[in-house]
Nanobody
């Protein structure tokens, strides 16, 4: 069963940076396209970054140029570097494959506020 453990969230001022990490297990990590998702209160979960097994990345316009996804296949770990954070980036962040497995981790909360 796929399992995910996200960490690295917290409170940051607008313009600040955070680096999220996700330890994945229960599936062959290196063969999967992986993604970072976020869900703000009252909104649907959205994919904000994805990375293929070969390292190609995709981002929606809302985070392009500010977020960078990376992976360490030897450690089964996914990362998300978030720079120039905006209040609208505040959400619970989750990692999963793309398309996602049915199980989700607890997520890590990102709060952007002065």
């Amino acid at each position: 069963q796929a399992q995910f453990m996200e960490s690295g969230g917290g409170l940051v001022q607008p313009g600040g940076s955070l680096r999220l990490s996700c330890a994945a297990s229960g599936f062959i990590f290196r063969f999967n396209t992986m993604g970072w998702y976020r869900q703000a209160p009252g909104k649907q979960r959205e994919l904000v970054a994805r990375i293929t097994p070969g390292g190609s990345t995709n981002y929606p316009d809302s985070v392009k140029g500010r977020f960078t996804i990376s992976r360490d296949n030897a450690k089964n770990t996914l990362y998300l570097q978030m720079n120039s954070l905006k209040p609208e980036d505040a959400a619970d962040y989750y990692c999963n494959a793309d398309p996602s497995y049915s199980t989700w981790g607890q997520g890590t909360q990102v709060t952007v506020s002065s």
